[in-house]
């Protein structure tokens, strides 16, 4: 019931004062050899130093792993770091070049991947 009020008196408030609630739009972040769009949750990779140093931005941007859903690593890339994905508990979706011909240890830990997709 607390709550219901609560709620009502803050609509009115909204209201009475103008104030609008409007969506966030979408944000694309991005670092050495990666970038990010926050509305898709695609996180496309560049260059080799894009799976190990993604995550380092981590600290300044406010994406978090979890917002991670689909990765695309770009041709040309031909490693993926150890680790690189791990954690990234909504990832389920990968796409890894032919030009890809190492993958570190436990770089998909973690993650529920079920689409791997290999370009011809």
Not at 9 to 23: E, K, R, T
Not at 59 to 66: G, L, S
């Given at each position: 019931?607390?709550?219901?009020?609560?709620?009502?008196?803050?609509?009115?408030?909204?209201?009475?004062?103008?104030?609008?609630?409007?969506?966030?739009?979408?944000?694309?972040?991005?670092?050495?050899?990666w970038s990010f769009d926050s509305e898709t949750?695609?996180?496309?990779?560049?260059?080799?130093?894009?799976?190990?140093?993604?995550?380092?931005?981590?600290?300044?941007?406010?994406?978090?792993?979890?917002?991670?859903?689909?990765?695309?690593?770009?041709?040309?890339?031909?490693?993926?770091?150890?680790?690189?994905?791990?954690?990234?508990?909504?990832?389920?979706?990968?796409?890894?070049?032919?030009?890809?011909?190492?993958?570190?240890?436990?770089?998909?830990?973690?993650?529920?991947?079920?689409?791997?997709?290999?370009?011809?």
């Amino acid at each position: 019931m607390k709550k219901r009020i609560l709620a009502g008196l803050i609509a009115v408030v909204m209201v009475v004062s103008g104030i609008s609630v409007v969506p966030v739009s979408a944000q694309v972040f991005s670092g050495d050899g990666w970038s990010f769009d926050s509305e898709t949750g695609t996180l496309t990779v560049t260059t080799n130093e894009g799976t190990r140093n993604w995550h380092t931005g981590r600290d300044t941007v406010t994406f978090m792993f979890d917002d991670v859903r689909t990765v695309i690593i770009q041709s040309g890339v031909t490693s993926i770091g150890r680790g690189a994905f791990w954690g990234c508990m909504s990832l389920t979706s990968i796409t890894i070049p032919n030009s890809v011909t190492s993958i570190g240890g436990g770089a998909f830990r973690g993650s529920r991947l079920t689409s791997i997709t290999i370009p011809t």
